[in-house]
């Protein structure tokens, strides 16, 4: 990761954070949707790599946004960058704990036991009174260092918020997936045995792994929990794993920047799903989804790094 | 005296059905390794389709008795066509592939059947509780039992039985079990390894299917029932050893006296229970209760 693309980043989301007053809030929301759901899918990078697919990542994504509802009720915490922080560390935790026990599986059991973890929360929020039961929580409006902007301020407020936590993801996890430890991810995934001969702990390995994507999926179910205001059971529920399995498909395992592109064109094909077809979103969301898989096995962010490759290979000749 | 009673009844007609959806997804998996999330979608329609024959039979005044074999044929036709669909037009293109890649495959399947189901059948519930109705009950130390779920328990155990008697006694059986031990050995010794696996994807659809339709007339058919039941077969499946056939009967039972008991005694923890029944048996069984664990590859 060069300075050079660092600055890169940090131009195109500056951009983006200047054009918010010129765009129309819907689209703002959306967009803050997407890079909520960006964020969880930068953590399931982490473990896919690693050849482990989360389909209960939703434990974690839930964990955040209840966090979020909680602290400002309970404890009458506003301070977004505070709520923010309280939810990652509290998701960290938790994967911390079940990590001592999901680091010790792989492939489809790794898949299961945390999909029944996430399903265990999502009984536990149902049946709940204090936790809001099926209704789920209001989250309260956040404040910003005092700040309380209202009205379209807050949507912009929250949009620049998610621009700088997408920001500091994309840096952090591009540093990870490059450090040592991240580019371990191939070698346990083509075989785990090898990498333990070479006097490494695969089980520490992937537990530092799960807690870190658990990190993120903190961080998003925060933004998303402060996005929509609200918080409910639904958000743990193994069809929001799915989701965000989904994206990561779409998207491809390459880069992070394709997680947060694959979140948006997500996010729109839901819209506009939605739109055309009350009834027939998840139909269009699994065609993409099958398409995906049949055509496009490694996800769409493949597609820019092939181009490119070919591309460079021609600038060579 | 009487919630144990009640517990163990309800517990035993819970894991008849658990078994009955179960023993077709664990079957599945067993012979070709593929984690049928679809398998929800069999149910659901299996349970639609149930509820429309039941409707379309009873109408015209039929006797009662044919209402069960419409239940059966309906459950047996939709299960054979939708097998037959997603084995040949989807899951051979991607036999081979990624365990993980199947799973998102059959996943994709389920999202897009679920609302195949709704521009089907449109989105208002339906019921079909005649059958149920019909069987009549009688009461037990002051409990009232229904024919209908004795009868349930009863077709879980003989089809316990006919499965084991087919896997063990049986040629069809045995070449299964010697694809479930090693596809290529088995295919090498001129095993038709592709018809074992359409045979196993269609007997595991119609299970699916009946599981749905033999639950049609107990409740009120809504679209979203495929989704509730997936997720507790895996539970069953991983309790019990993904791919075992004994491992799905004793999944059954545990899942279902769990939940039994819960539902009676504790009836915050229903959910609950279940997924905490199967963390902890993971915790200790990595591999399920039946399951032989798999020696590490180097």
Redesign the interface.
């Known amino acids: 990761m060069t300075g050079l693309r660092i600055l890169l980043g940090a131009a195109i989301l500056g951009g983006l954070g200047a054009a918010a007053p010129f765009t129309p809030l819907w689209l703002i929301s959306l967009v803050t949707l997407a890079m909520s759901t960006g964020l969880v899918v930068c953590g399931l990078i982490i473990l896919w790599r690693g050849g482990l697919v989360p389909f209960g990542q939703a434990l974690f994504f839930a964990t955040g946004a209840y966090t979020v509802a909680l602290s400002g009720r309970w404890f009458g915490v506003t301070d977004a960058f505070l709520l923010i922080a309280l939810a990652v560390i509290m998701a960290a935790l938790v994967a911390f704990v079940v990590g001592f026990l999901l680091a010790q599986y792989r492939e489809i059991f790794f898949a299961m036991l945390s999909l029944a973890l996430s399903m265990i929360l999502y009984g536990v929020l149902v049946k709940s009174e204090t936790l809001g039961s099926t209704d789920g929580v209001n989250v309260a409006q956040a404040s910003f260092f005092g700040m309380k902007p209202r009205g379209p301020g807050y949507t912009f407020a929250l949009f620049w918020l998610a621009l700088g936590m997408v920001f500091s993801a994309w840096v952090g996890v591009s540093a990870y997936l490059g450090s040592i430890a991240g580019q371990l991810a191939g070698a346990i995934r083509d075989n785990e045995i090898r990498v333990e001969y070479l006097g490494i702990s695969v089980t520490r390995l992937v537990h530092l792994k799960l807690t870190i994507s658990a990190a993120l999926a903190g961080a998003g179910g925060a933004l998303a929990a402060l996005s929509i205001s609200h918080v409910d059971p639904q958000m743990a529920y193994w069809t929001t794993s799915g989701g965000f399995v989904f994206v990561t498909i779409l998207a491809g395992a390459a880069s992070v920047p394709a997680a947060f592109l694959g979140a948006l064109l997500f996010e729109i094909v839901r819209t506009i799903a939605v739109a055309l077809l009350p009834g027939g979103w998840q139909l269009i969301l699994g065609s993409v989804l099958l398409l995906t898989i049949l055509f496009v096995p490694e996800g769409l962010g493949s597609l820019m790094i092939r181009k490119r490759a070919t591309v460079s290979e021609k600038g060579a000749a | 005296m009487i919630t144990a009673i009640a517990i163990v009844t309800d517990g035993l007609v819970y894991a008849a059905w658990l078994f009955v959806v179960a023993i077709g997804l664990t079957l599945i998996f067993g012979v070709m390794k593929i984690?049928n999330v679809a398998h929800g979608a069999f149910y659901a329609f299996g349970a639609y389709a149930a509820a429309t024959a039941i409707g379309l039979y009873f109408d015209r005044g039929w006797p009662v008795a044919g209402g069960y074999l419409a239940i059966a044929t309906a459950a047996i036709a939709i299960g054979l066509v939708m097998g037959y669909i997603l084995e040949r037009v989807?899951l051979r293109?991607?036999y081979g592939?990624d365990?993980?890649?199947v799973?998102?495959?059959t996943?994709?399947?389920?999202?897009?059947?679920?609302?195949?189901l709704?521009?089907i059948w449109g989105?208002d519930g339906r019921s079909a509780y005649q059958p149920y109705t019909e069987a009549g009950s009688f009461t037990v130390g002051g409990l009232p039992l229904s024919v209908y779920d004795i009868g349930l328990v009863g077709f879980a155990g003989l089809l316990a039985i006919a499965a084991s008697y087919t896997i063990k006694k049986t040629t069809f059986g045995r070449l299964l079990t010697a694809v479930i031990y090693d596809r290529e050995t088995a295919a090498a010794f001129g095993v038709d390894v592709s018809r074992v696996y359409t045979v196993t994807f269609l007997v595991g659809a119609v299970l699916g299917a009946l599981g749905g339709a033999l639950t049609a007339p107990k409740i009120s058919v809504t679209p979203g029932l495929g989704?509730e039941v997936i997720?507790l077969a895996?539970?069953v499946v991983?309790i019990g050893g993904?791919g075992s056939m004994e491992g799905a009967l004793v999944g059954a039972l545990i899942v279902g006296l769990f939940r039994a008991g819960a539902v009676h005694l504790i009836p915050?923890?229903?959910?609950?229970s279940?997924?905490?029944v199967?963390?902890l048996v993971?915790?200790f069984r990595?591999?399920g209760l039946f399951s032989r664990a798999q020696p590490?590859?180097?």
């Open positions: 984690l989807f293109r991607v592939r365990e993980v890649v799973v998102l495959i996943y994709a399947l389920f999202l897009i059947l679920e609302d195949v709704i521009l989105t989704v997720v895996f539970a991983a993904m915050q923890l229903e959910l609950f279940i997924y905490a199967m963390a993971l915790v990595p591999q590490r590859k180097i």
